[in-house]
Nanobody, 121 residues
Framework: QVQLVESGGGMVQPGGSLRLSCVAS????????MTWVRQAPGKGPEWVST????????LVDNSVKGRFTVSRDNSKNTISLQMNSLKPEDTALYYC??????????????WGQGTQVTVSS
Protein backbone atom coordinates (compact mmCIF):
# COMPACT_ATOMS: atom_id res chain seq x y z
CA GLN A 1 0.00 0.00 0.00
CA VAL A 2 2.70 2.46 1.02
CA GLN A 3 5.13 2.96 -1.83
CA LEU A 4 8.47 4.69 -1.39
CA VAL A 5 11.01 4.87 -4.19
CA GLU A 6 14.49 6.10 -3.35
CA SER A 7 16.98 7.33 -5.91
CA GLY A 8 20.17 9.34 -6.18
CA GLY A 9 22.67 6.97 -4.65
CA GLY A 10 26.02 6.22 -6.14
CA MET A 11 29.73 6.06 -5.50
CA VAL A 12 31.62 9.18 -4.49
CA GLN A 13 35.01 10.02 -3.06
CA PRO A 14 35.39 11.20 0.54
CA GLY A 15 34.39 14.84 0.77
CA GLY A 16 31.96 14.54 -2.10
CA SER A 17 28.23 15.15 -2.17
CA LEU A 18 25.08 13.31 -3.13
CA ARG A 19 21.41 14.20 -3.06
CA LEU A 20 18.96 11.40 -2.37
CA SER A 21 15.29 11.62 -3.23
CA CYS A 22 12.29 9.56 -2.25
CA VAL A 23 8.96 9.71 -4.04
CA ALA A 24 6.02 8.57 -1.93
CA SER A 25 2.53 7.34 -2.71
CA UNK A 26 -0.29 5.46 -1.02
CA UNK A 27 -0.73 7.86 1.89
CA UNK A 28 -1.11 11.55 2.68
CA UNK A 29 2.49 12.61 2.39
CA UNK A 30 2.03 16.19 3.60
CA UNK A 31 0.66 14.97 6.93
CA UNK A 32 3.25 12.27 7.47
CA UNK A 33 6.53 12.39 9.29
CA MET A 34 9.27 11.02 7.07
CA THR A 35 12.53 9.42 8.10
CA TRP A 36 15.79 8.48 6.44
CA VAL A 37 17.38 5.27 7.70
CA ARG A 38 20.63 3.68 6.65
CA GLN A 39 22.06 0.23 7.06
CA ALA A 40 25.69 -0.65 6.52
CA PRO A 41 26.82 -4.19 5.70
CA GLY A 42 26.67 -6.40 8.76
CA LYS A 43 25.09 -3.70 10.90
CA GLY A 44 21.62 -2.86 12.07
CA PRO A 45 19.46 0.05 10.92
CA GLU A 46 20.68 3.49 11.90
CA TRP A 47 18.50 6.57 12.11
CA VAL A 48 19.77 9.42 9.95
CA SER A 49 17.14 12.15 9.79
CA THR A 50 13.45 12.89 10.23
CA UNK A 51 11.19 15.57 8.79
CA UNK A 52 8.18 16.20 11.04
CA UNK A 53 4.98 17.18 9.25
CA UNK A 54 3.13 19.07 11.98
CA UNK A 55 5.92 21.18 13.41
CA UNK A 56 8.00 21.53 10.28
CA UNK A 57 11.05 20.60 12.30
CA UNK A 58 13.86 18.49 11.01
CA LEU A 59 16.32 16.42 12.99
CA VAL A 60 19.53 14.72 12.03
CA ASP A 61 21.70 12.28 13.88
CA ASN A 62 24.81 13.69 15.52
CA SER A 63 26.97 11.63 13.20
CA VAL A 64 25.74 13.64 10.20
CA LYS A 65 24.92 16.97 11.83
CA GLY A 66 26.29 19.86 9.81
CA ARG A 67 26.76 17.66 6.76
CA PHE A 68 23.31 16.28 5.91
CA THR A 69 20.11 18.25 5.41
CA VAL A 70 16.62 16.80 5.00
CA SER A 71 13.91 18.65 3.10
CA ARG A 72 10.51 17.89 1.65
CA ASP A 73 8.37 19.04 -1.25
CA ASN A 74 4.76 18.25 -0.42
CA SER A 75 3.59 19.26 -3.89
CA LYS A 76 5.69 16.44 -5.33
CA ASN A 77 5.35 13.94 -2.48
CA THR A 78 9.10 13.93 -2.25
CA ILE A 79 11.59 13.96 0.59
CA SER A 80 15.25 14.62 -0.08
CA LEU A 81 18.51 14.19 1.76
CA GLN A 82 21.37 16.46 0.77
CA MET A 83 24.62 14.83 1.83
CA ASN A 84 27.80 16.88 1.85
CA SER A 85 31.31 16.16 3.09
CA LEU A 86 30.70 12.46 2.79
CA LYS A 87 32.86 10.07 4.77
CA PRO A 88 33.61 6.37 4.25
CA GLU A 89 31.53 5.58 7.32
CA ASP A 90 28.51 7.01 5.51
CA THR A 91 28.61 4.02 3.18
CA ALA A 92 25.29 2.22 3.53
CA LEU A 93 22.00 1.38 1.92
CA TYR A 94 19.76 4.40 2.48
CA TYR A 95 16.02 4.02 2.92
CA CYS A 96 13.20 6.47 3.36
CA UNK A 97 10.31 5.47 5.58
CA UNK A 98 6.89 6.76 6.56
CA UNK A 99 6.88 7.86 10.17
CA UNK A 100 9.40 8.58 12.89
CA UNK A 101 12.24 6.17 13.48
CA UNK A 102 10.64 4.53 16.54
CA UNK A 103 7.53 3.98 14.45
CA UNK A 104 9.25 2.49 11.42
CA UNK A 105 12.29 0.62 12.69
CA UNK A 106 10.25 -2.53 13.16
CA UNK A 107 8.07 -1.96 10.13
CA UNK A 108 10.01 -2.73 6.97
CA UNK A 109 6.77 -2.51 5.01
CA UNK A 110 6.95 1.26 5.58
CA TRP A 111 10.42 1.47 4.03
CA GLY A 112 11.38 1.85 0.42
CA GLN A 113 13.71 -0.45 -1.49
CA GLY A 114 16.76 1.63 -0.65
CA THR A 115 19.48 3.30 -2.65
CA GLN A 116 23.15 2.47 -2.22
CA VAL A 117 25.64 5.12 -1.16
CA THR A 118 29.30 4.19 -1.34
CA VAL A 119 32.01 6.59 -0.20
CA SER A 120 35.44 5.37 -1.19
CA SER A 121 38.67 6.60 -2.69
Amino acid sequence: QVQLVESGGGMVQPGGSLRLSCVASGFTFSRSDMTWVRQAPGKGPEWVSTSYANSGRTLVDNSVKGRFTVSRDNSKNTISLQMNSLKPEDTALYYCARGSFPEVRGRRDYWGQGTQVTVSS
